[in-house]
């Protein structure tokens, strides 16, 4: 569904906006995306790199070779590091939004995976696992 993207990075030193469809999202697992989140995956959502407007702020990259062989740069805010943007050479036209830096996160809906044969095998989430509203009672 598309919809105007917005959000920004932790300390809201960067600030951004655009247009997007929420269903063009996607789960990667390849290992740069674990290192550069700290997680075991990322959620991209594709835009439109001509579209994608930085309200304030700037940002940083750091270039590296993607699993793919090519050049990636991902994108963050230089001051609280939060990762924002993905720029793949595969695609230039287009930029992937890190879906947790957007002011509402639960609008996406990813439609597939990538790179699931690097995935760990407990980057999923267990029915069974107690759930808690906020932090577990310790």
Same mark, same amino acid.
């Given at each position: 569904m598309e919809t105007i993207l917005r959000g920004g990075?932790?300390?809201? !030193?960067?600030?951004?906006?655009?247009?997007?469809?929420?269903?063009?999202?996607?789960?990667?697992?390849?290992d740069d995306c674990k290192k550069a989140t700290g997680g075991p995956y990322t959620?991209? $959502?594709?835009?439109?790199?001509?579209?994608?407007? =930085? =309200?304030?702020?700037? $940002?940083?990259?750091?270039?590296? =070779?993607?699993?793919?062989g090519r050049k990636i740069t991902r994108q963050f805010c230089p001051n609280c590091g939060s990762p924002l943007f993905t720029k793949a050479e595969k695609c230039p036209d287009f930029v992937f939004i890190? !879906?947790?830096s957007l002011d509402e996160p639960e609008l996406i809906k990813p439609s597939c995976q990538t790179w699931i044969k690097r995935a760990v095998p407990?980057?999923? =989430?267990?029915?069974?696992?107690?759930?808690?509203?906020?932090s577990s009672p310790s």
């Amino acid at each position: 569904m598309e919809t105007i993207l917005r959000g920004g990075c932790m300390c809201d !030193a960067v600030r951004y906006e655009c247009p997007g469809d929420t269903e063009n999202a996607s789960y990667c697992h390849c290992d740069d995306c674990k290192k550069a989140t700290g997680g075991p995956y990322t959620v991209g $959502v594709l835009v439109k790199a001509d579209d994608l407007r =930085i =309200i304030c702020g700037q $940002v940083k990259g750091y270039t590296s =070779i993607a699993d793919s062989g090519r050049k990636i740069t991902r994108q963050f805010c230089p001051n609280c590091g939060s990762p924002l943007f993905t720029k793949a050479e595969k695609c230039p036209d287009f930029v992937f939004i890190k !879906a947790g830096s957007l002011d509402e996160p639960e609008l996406i809906k990813p439609s597939c995976q990538t790179w699931i044969k690097r995935a760990v095998p407990w980057a999923y =989430i267990d029915e069974k696992l107690p759930c808690y509203p906020e932090s577990s009672p310790s």
